[in-house]
């Protein structure tokens, strides 16, 4: 089983840029698809973007489209996630697991300890 760890959070004023990392143990990484999941103090985690095993498809939700950029590099068992024009209410904790599937939204596995992201106003 892959073990996950999420880094590269912090503290940012609104308007600024974060990039988070994703670093996978084991062989497999290369194999699945990834994607970056949050939660938002008192709210459900939620799919926040999502690329294809070989980085070939990448998929956003509304609220990450054209301020996040999701990418992969398969010979260092990492994924990123570029975050930039960062809201408030981008305030989460922010993970990242395996889905599997066409959809690229299902998460199988444990959560890690995921990453604080805090944006100030």
Not at 19 to 32: E, K, Q
Request: with cysteine; proline share 4%; aromatic share 10%.
């Amino acid at each position: 089983q892959m073990q996950l760890v999420e880094s590269g959070g912090g503290l940012v004023q609104a308007g600024g840029s974060l990039r988070l990392s994703c670093a996978a143990s084991g062989r497999t990484f290369g194999t699945y698809n990834m994607a970056w999941f949050r939660q938002a103090p008192g709210k459900e985690r939620e799919w926040v973007a999502a690329v294809s095993w070989a980085g070939s498809t990448t998929k956003y939700a509304d609220s990450a489209k054209d301020r996040f950029t999701i990418s992969r590099d398969n010979t260092k068992n990492t994924m990123y996630l570029q975050m930039n024009s960062l809201r408030p209410e981008d305030t989460a904790v922010y993970y990242c697991m395996p889905v599997p599937g066409a959809a690229m939204r299902n998460p199988v596995g444990s959560w890690g300890q995921g990453t604080q992201v805090t944006v100030s106003s």
